[in-house]
């Protein structure tokens, strides 16, 4: 029989890990010594030991998601729980308790994140709908069509909200758009509209005075005075 602080081989060959809850059954060994036996499963301890820091690692320093860190989690928790393994166990149960509390941490922190991101477009399109509605009223034709194009652009820009919300400010936004573009089209129409009556107009006068011209209708003669 063959044994460490953290594990033993039984004369059966039957490999064994100490726990707080007494002796688990890690495996059975039969191709070797006891040693060999012990020093096989205290590897596999050694192999999650790397995987727990890995996974520490990239929880701490990069942006892995909650989901994929909770699932990563479970994968090494179950092999934690099963026993294959020499090892402290325990100890790798409470990183991976950390860890979690960690990852909750940060789904939090995220949360929060993205509702005062969802808060602040929301605040946003509100003035770009505001701006807009102000503009529809607008005769500065040029400028104000300058404006609601870049205020389009900046739109584009911004992150969704809720479905319902995101539709309802468009939906105004839009409107807005549209009636500023049916009183500029009305505008230039009746600009459109007085420049014929007023070429009509110059042309029928032009018709009269040429007419006028070939005329031998002199009109009476001059009163002659004396005195």
Do not use: N
Request: charged share 35%; no cysteine.
């Amino acid at each position: 029989m063959s044994s460490d602080p953290w594990g033993r081989v039984d004369e059966t060959g039957t490999v064994y890990v100490r726990t707080a809850d007494g002796e688990q059954v890690v495996g059975s060994w039969q191709a070797g010594t006891p040693e060999e036996a012990l020093a096989y499963f205290e590897r596999k301890y050694e192999g999650l030991v790397v995987e727990i820091g890995l996974l520490e690692r990239r929880v701490r320093t990069t942006d892995l998601s909650a989901k994929d860190a909770m699932t990563a989690i479970d994968h090494l928790r179950r092999q934690v729980d099963e026993h294959h393994a020499v090892g402290d166990l325990a100890a790798l149960g409470k990183r991976l308790d950390t860890l979690v509390t960690e990852v909750e941490a940060r789904r939090e922190e995220r949360k929060v994140a993205k509702a005062k991101q969802s808060e602040e477009a929301r605040q946003a399109k509100e003035a770009l709908v505001a701006e807009a509605e102000e503009l529809a009223a607008s005769d500065q034709w040029r400028v104000a069509g300058e404006r609601l194009r870049a205020l389009v652009d900046t739109w584009k820009g911004l992150p969704r909200l809720d479905r319902k919300s995101d539709d309802e400010l468009w939906h105004r936004f839009s409107h807005a758009r549209s009636a500023f573009s049916k009183r500029r089209k009305a505008h230039f129409a009746s600009l459109d509209a007085q420049r014929e009556e007023a070429r009509k107009a110059k042309e029928k006068l032009v018709a009269e005075a040429e007419a006028l011209s070939a005329s031998t209708d002199w009109g009476p003669p001059p009163r002659a005075t004396g005195s």
